[in-house]
């Protein structure tokens, strides 16, 4: 489907200024700030009604150039702010869409005229998974398959709380749902996801090693820099990932 609709664009759907776009001049015209959008990536987006751009009566996806602002908006806060889509959306409901062309920088309040300290402000919370939701509850949410749960509970991917015989998840396990059922459509199972597992497990020990001192000081002050500064390792580490990968999947195109 990706390939006919970026071969039946008309006049009204080229990638120029001020005009509809299909979702393949979408990523032609994103594609040089984040390297790793992809079609699939948008209708990911659109699935969990983030986007929503019209249709045409024949099915095809045009983008206003209101929409392309969206879309840059949510993949910069991904990349920049590593924000969950919780977040993203709750940023979106409160008007936030940046105005920027693709490679402005946007300074934020606390950057003290530093744009590279606003792009590496620290996103990840880790003093609370937030609401509780049953298991019927991140079904729905997430669309994912029961089976799929049960086999992320199994190798450890998921960690579902009891409370008076009912199952609960708070929304951090909920995104890691979303998350893997969109790896799922791929054939990705929970034995898939077991190096993903170990990995974070190695990385949450590497950064408690570094500011174990402080997490245990009686100096509540000090204990509370040294959370930000968790938080602060957390985005850094999850930004170098990023890279990492990006760097070994351009060898693998390459």
């Known amino acids: 489907m990706a390939a006919v609709e970026e071969e039946r664009p008309t006049a009204a759907t080229d990638d120029r200024p001020g005009k509809a776009m299909t979702i393949g001049a979408v990523c032609k015209q994103l594609g040089q700030e984040f390297p790793d959008i992809s079609i699939s990536k948008i209708r990911y987006l659109e ?50 869409i940046d105005g920027a062309e693709p490679g402005v920088p946007q300074p934020s309040e606390d950057s003290a005229g530093d744009p590279s300290r606003a792009r590496r402000r620290p996103s990840v919370s880790v003093t609370g998974g937030g609401a509780l939701y049953s298991l019927d509850d991140v079904v729905e949410d997430t669309r994912a398959d029961p089976r799929l749960i049960a086999e992320l509970e199994e190798y450890g991917v998921v960690r579902g709380e009891n409370r008076a015989g009912t199952k609960y998840y708070d929304e951090t396990e909920r995104e890691i749902v979303r998350a893997v059922t969109e790896l799922a459509r791929y054939g990705v199972g929970g034995r898939n996801l077991r190096a993903f597992r170990t990995s974070a497990d190695r990385e949450a020990a590497l950064l408690q090693q570094i500011l174990a001192p402080a997490l245990r000081s009686r100096n509540v002050e000090r204990r509370k820099e040294a959370v930000e500064a968790l938080e602060n390792l957390a985005a850094v580490t999850t930004h170098l990932k990023h890279l990492l990968l990006i760097r070994d999947l351009r060898k693998i195109v390459g």
């Not at 009604?49 to 879309?71: I, N, S």
């Not at 949510?74 to 919780?86: C, K, N, S, W």
């Open 47 to 96: 699935d969990q009604k983030l986007l929503e751009p019209r249709r045409t009566p024949g099915g095809y996806r045009l983008y206003a150039q209101a929409d392309v602002a969206r879309l840059r908006t949510i993949l910069r806060m991904q990349r920049d702010e590593f924000l969950p889509l919780r977040v993203i959306r709750q940023e979106l409901a409160s008007g936030r």
